[in-house]
């Protein structure tokens, strides 16, 4: 089992910055890839970015140039700095772990609001 704790949300305006943290604990050495996701109101949970344990990223059409995902293996912490939010930001961000066996875990999520 993997357990996730998600930090760093909050209230920013339009056309500020937040970093969103997640720390993992338990059997981290099954993690093969950690990613982020988010859910907004009356809409679909959908991927922001995720970082394999190689360091290759990936991210959504939406938050590219904006967001950064990175980790620091020595913490289990995984980062996501977000940089010139809007208003479509604004949601639960859940942090996720997928482990080698194919197995998803996910943290309780922080909510991100940008005010207009």
């Known amino acids: 089992q993997v357990q996730l704790v998600e930090s760093g949300g909050g209230l920013v305006q339009a056309g500020g910055s937040l970093r969103l943290s997640c720390a993992a604990s338990?059997?981290?050495?099954?993690?093969?890839?950690m990613g982020w996701y988010r859910q907004a109101p009356g809409k679909q949970r959908e991927l922001v970015a995720t970082i394999t344990s190689g360091g290759s990223t990936n991210y959504a059409d939406s938050v590219k140039g904006r967001f950064t995902i990175s980790r620091d293996n020595a913490k289990n912490t995984v980062y996501l700095q977000m940089n010139s939010l809007n208003s479509e930001d604004t949601a639960v961000y859940y942090c996720?772990?997928?482990?080698?066996?194919?197995?998803?875990?996910w943290g309780q999520g922080t909510l991100v609001t940008v005010s207009s």
């Open positions: 338990g059997s981290i050495f099954s993690i093969n890839a």
């Open positions: 996720n772990a997928e482990g080698l066996s194919g197995s998803s875990f």
